[in-house]
């Protein structure tokens, strides 16, 4: 028999699920499913699990969105699911306003849509070179050889970084987002941060015009600088949250457009229409939206007629809300021309995802620089076997294409 | 017709900005909504109104006349 853990007394049984959102069944070929599995299986819609350490798990978008912007009862500090102890606290997303505030106003400038405009050059660039490593080949593995490469070399332009750091890098992470061996994981953290120590102490005597930076001389109101632990900790936030995001996303939108001429065919109609493109690229962020979301309860409280108490975790899962049938038309069809699309795929409220623009602007040049080079591409028959992983970003290790 | 942001829900998705840059844009150090053109002129009627229905926030809203 397998170990059944038991939730506890307050939770009412008709709300009770036996629910592992880290495992995918192996007859699961995208761990998206998992989700919408629930829905389609009648869940309620806010029901506990007692996997994973207990937690609950919303599943409307009317819900998501107020839990996003109600930080008094779901709060983004210290959220880990597993509870994990002790872990960083993310600067600014893992502290709630006011303080939130504080690092926000520090990044904000850096990711606003001009912002990301200026870094066109850049990435169309990187975009350019890591395309035509292989286009003339008949085929890559496109989560190893694109979708990780892009948005780490990304991170290392933005914090200054050379590109010759872009195998340690890709290490590091890999190891990160993918190690469950927890001597593994400690030692890759104490890594991370040792690279990250380095970094902004050597920013600090050498600033130049990059993010880590500007992060490191920024003072506060007094004109002081911040406690050294919260700059860390920002560098550590946008290391977590730049990288493993973009990447699965990028596998979720080639792995459709592989799959699809037709849409192939709109996008490649659109490459000298850029708001055509961004329209439809903003399907593509709602239809594949990766992140599944944890917040924690600060107090004992009722909400929407059920009770929770302080410290439960809860669950926001994106996907879930983007395809909510009473807020999206066709919420299951992939339309490039959907004219209203309130998509919750990059959070919303004070914590809302801050890299956003950064993301869609990744992923816009990068498709436009791909079917510029390979207007034709399909799923290589051979794909690996158990290469999906759910959790809090879900995804594929490996998706082979060719062409 | 004037269209008018709640400064206090806008998180800076810019989604206006894209739908009707003739009328949005966001600024530079909060990324927040800066509306160029409030009393619009009828042919950006659509447009606006896409714009409004696509903020994720809810922080737009069209006011009839030209008062607030
Ligand atoms: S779409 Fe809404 S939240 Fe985003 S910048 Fe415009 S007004 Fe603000």
Redesign the interface.
């Known amino acids: 028999m397998s170990f059944y853990p038991q939730s506890p007394v307050h939770i009412p049984s008709e709300l009770v699920l036996d629910f592992d959102f880290f495992d995918v069944p192996a007859d699961v070929s995208d761990p998206v499913q998992i989700w919408h599995g629930l829905v389609r299986r009648g869940a309620p819609p806010i029901f506990y699990t007692p996997r994973n350490g207990g937690h609950w798990v919303f599943l409307r978008y009317s819900d998501i969105a107020e839990a996003y912007r109600n930080h008094e009862i779901f709060s983004t500090h210290k959220a880990q699911i597993p509870p994990l102890e002790p872990y960083p606290v993310l600067q600014p997303n893992g502290v709630d306003p006011p303080q939130h505030d504080v690092f926000r106003?520090i990044l904000?400038?850096m990711?606003?849509?001009?912002?990301v405009r200026r870094m066109t050059d850049g990435l169309q660039h990187r975009a350019e070179g890591l395309v035509s490593g292989f286009a003339a080949k008949s085929g890559c593995d496109f989560v190893k050889e694109y979708a990780a490469k892009f948005p780490t070399g990304t991170f290392l332009e933005l914090f200054g970084l050379p590109e010759e750091r872009l195998p340690e890098f890709l290490r590091i992470s890999d190891t990160f987002f993918r190690s469950t061996d927890p001597d593994i994981r400690a030692a890759n953290l104490l890594e991370i941060f040792e690279v990250l120590e380095a970094l902004f102490r050597e920013k600090e005597r050498n600033p130049g015009s990059d993010i880590a930076s500007t992060v490191v001389q920024s003072r506060d109101a007094d004109g002081n600088p911040f406690p050294w632990t919260d700059i860390i900790n920002c560098g550590f936030l946008l290391f977590v949250a730049g990288l493993d995001t973009v990447t699965n996303t990028m596998a979720y939108v080639w792995r459709y457009l592989a799959t699809s001429p037709d849409a192939r065919q709109k996008f490649r109609d659109r490459l000298d229409d850029p708001?055509a493109f961004?329209?439809a690229i903003?399907e593509l962020m709602r239809i594949n939206a990766v992140s599944n979301i944890y917040r924690r309860v600060t107090h004992d409280c009722e909400f929407k007629g059920v009770q929770f108490r302080r410290n439960d975790r809860v669950v926001l899962p994106n996907t879930v809300a983007n395809r909510d049938q009473s807020v999206f038309k066709e919420p299951q069809t992939i339309d490039l021309d959907r004219?209203?699309?309130?998509?919750?795929t990059?959070g919303?409220?004070?914590h809302?995802c801050i890299g956003?623009?950064l993301a869609k602007r990744e992923i816009m040049i990068s498709l436009q620089e791909w079917l510029r080079q390979i207007p034709e591409f399909e799923l290589d028959p051979d794909q690996d076997a158990e290469s999906v992983f759910g959790g809090p970003v879900m995804g594929f290790t490996s998706l082979k294409l060719r062409w | 017709m004037r269209v008018i942001a709640n400064m206090n829900v806008c998180?800076?998705?810019?989604?206006c900005?894209?739908?009707c840059p003739e009328v949005f844009s966001?600024?530079?150090?909060?990324?927040k909504v800066v509306i160029e053109q409030p009393e619009f002129p009828p042919e950006l009627e659509e447009k606006v109104r896409?714009a409004v229905?696509?903020?994720?926030?809810g922080a737009l809203r069209i006011a009839k006349g030209t008062g607030v």
């Open positions: 106003k904000a400038p990711f606003t849509p001009l912002a708001s961004l329209l903003e004219k209203v699309n309130n998509h919750v990059f919303l409220g004070p809302r956003s623009h | 998180q800076g998705h810019a989604r900005e894209d739908l966001t600024d530079a150090i909060e990324g896409m229905r696509n903020c994720p926030e």
